[in-house]
């Protein structure tokens, strides 16, 4: 295996057969769809991604459209500029030609091998031996934090974080001084962005920034040459390690940075515009991080990653499994251990140990001091709810540790002192046998404790003990020789991943793809009778998938981060504790305390509940009752039926109408004054404006406009006005819509706090309107600006290759 290329088609090979291990329940059944025991399958893969990257496809196929806008949930909501959107990420692009439930699975799994294999490639960086390396691979692949997120469905996040270890590569490189440095790494971090969700992205960046200063610092105060050999960065490689100095270091970084910046301008600036005006443009308060973040009792989880129970009935800290689990895997995290302790002089395990450290302590969110330090100072700290999500990072510093601890091995094979060494191990591993012999019978495998409570939890052993057991069995077999010592890394990566995979089986199910409902009776009747209205129906009785593939506009639909003009009304209309879950589709309406002028204002012509019982309501009228089939169920399950009941609303407004009363309102005021003006508003007697731009006189009465076409980015509305009026809509209001009628441009004005206002003369009207998503002209400008360089300087780093760099980039790939 002298061949690198060899090597690394062999580690791709093995790593691949390691992800299929972890992934068994979906490699059984292809055709399934990857999700978690929790919820009976409803996660953020079948809740949300499914639907996310059906739409791509949809707007494709039958608008001939990219999804800039998707008008079918929550009275609209813009699609490019959204976190969680991710459409310029290539790996995304499979959607607009696929069917998501049949890829979306084996995208997740895919990019599981893609970071084992970037953690494979960064352990050879680090002058680790193949062997070393591919645990490393093995370990951060199959992370039980990794794995659970999967479970859970969050898509981007796992995407995202398959490209941290290509990123520390580019970082490796960089401080080595390569020419292909700044344009890998620029590379690498730009698709970490678009894959969306950018809270662990920032948290690396941040800790790789304060990680190069410092480094840099030092090595100006030590005054180190150019080009040094630094013994103890060498493992097991004979060749000295060239680094570059601290200025060139430090300006690479900056020249990475401006590049980056200008790569991702094209979804940044929309982006950016658009939690500027998000529920979360303010930050997040600090009380509500406590839920979202670990205590001391998570440390349990080290030994026993179920002592908390599973994550279809988890009771511990941090609210839910997937968000809070502080397990490595025993294995790896003693083999972390000793890598740290073995090479601690090593600056590479220096900077990981120093990483994973900062954010476990940061993971303990407020419950700490450091947490609240960097929240009151770092810009941007704030904006995020969820410091667990750090332990992605201490996941990956554990991968790359416990491949030092590996490498340990090897040096233990050429001691001086193996007799000496083997005796000691052999007395040590014989005790460990004994203990843990014993403990095992005494204990039958658990400990059982309480935490103050009447409820007993119980940590197994059988993972920790097995660990201790195969460290000393390993060290014993590495003090006899390297060929030994080779046995014994094999012997870790095997126990690795049986207890990594284990971990997986227990968390992950799938749901069979034949089990997706088709055409309900709901979408029948409604695709008949809704309209250009719009339906109040939770996500059990029509998903958004249903809703956008057959064209059905709903106002409940899933947005992590809705906007705040949706939130202020929504928080008008129901005045209900549970408002937010509720239009998530998560929780029913109650239509008894819900405002009924404000539903007629968002065009609800009907509203579907999940019971079976007739309701007796003022204003509706209902239509029909029955039951339909659950939207899936998990494999070796059935379906359940869920009831309906279908209410009609008597009198709604209309998508689009004319009116011509105004009453003027002040927008700059607390959002409490600003629900308490909406839940007055009598939308067919008036119209709350910042402004009446209109000349003074007789206005337009009360008047139907008719929409003549539509698809998600553009409308067609024919209006006759006898005065001067404004054509309202129930569509929310954002900004990169645009008016034209002939050849003059319209203002769209914030209606109702909310919703669109265009105000016309009198006569016949066709109004054009079109959205392009704000920022996304210059942000397209940049970014090609900057991809033009960006090849320009790495085709001249591959064309002009210097003779005193570390090997290439390309011939590590």
Known sequence: MKSRLYQNLIAALL????????????????????????????NDTTSQFIAFKSYQKI?????????????????????????????????????????????????????????????????RKYKLSFFSALLSGIVFLAAPYFLAKTGEGHFTSVTQISWFPWILYGYELLREGSRKAVPLLAIFISLSFFCGHVQELYYLLLFLSLSLTIECLVDFMLQKPQTSTRGQEKITSDSPVTMSTPGTRFKGWILVSLFVAGLVAIDLIPVFIYTKQAVRASGIDMAALYQGSLNRYSLLQLIDPFVWGHPDHYQGPGQFYWEALCSFGCLPLLLALLGTGVFFRNRNVIRLTLIGLAALLLAFGPHLPFYTLCYNLIPGFSMFRLPVRLLWLCSLAVAMLAGFGCESLFRLSQSQHRKLLRLIIGIGLTAVLLLVGYQLFQSQGEITFNMGTKQTFRIQLAWFFAAITTVFITLFLASFSRKSAIAGTLLLSLICTWELSTHAYQILRTVPQSSFRGETKLITFLKANLGEHRVLVNQKLLSDREAWQHQIMKIQGYDPVPLTRLGLLAAAAFPQPDAAAMMAGFKSPDLLTARKPLLDLMSIKYVILQTDQKQEIEGWKTIDQGTIPEEFHLQNSTHEQLPYLILENLNPLPR????????????????????????????????LLQQDVLPRGKRQAFSVATISHA???????????????????????????????????????????????????????????????????????ISITALVLLLIQLLGAFRKPHSKQPASAVADL
């Open 656 to 687: 689009a109408y004319l009116t011509g009363d105004i009453k003027l309102f002040n927008a700059n005021q607390p959002g409490q004054k600003i629900v308490a003006a909406l839940s007055e508003v009598q939308p067919r007697n008036e119209v």
């Open 15 to 42: 790593l691949t057969i390691a992800t299929g291990a972890c992934f068994l329940p979906l490699v059984s059944q292809p055709a399934d769809v990857l999700v978690g025991p929790q919820s009976q399958g409803y």
């Open 711 to 781: 698809t998600p980015s553009q409308l067609t509305i024919e209006a006759s006005l006898t005065s001067p009026g404004y054509l309202m809509m129930s569509d929310i209001y954002y900004p990169g819509w645009t008016a034209r009628t002939g050849s003059q441009d319209l203002p769209v004005l914030p209606a109702d706090y909310s919703l669109r206002a265009i105000p016309l003369p009198a006569g016949e009207h066709q109004i054009e309107l079109s959205y392009i998503p704000p920022g996304f002209q210059i942000g397209r400008i």
């Open 59 to 123: 707007c494709w196929e039958q608008f001939q459209q990219l999804p800039y806008w998707n008008p079918y949930s929550l009275l609209g909501m813009p699609w490019l500029g959204t976190p969680q959107s991710s459409l310029f990420y290539p790996g995304n692009w499979l959607f607009f030609f696929t069917n998501a439930v049949n890829t979306i699975s084996w995208s997740l799994v895919l990019h599981h091998w893609w970071a084992g294999l970037g953690a494979f490639l960064l352990g």
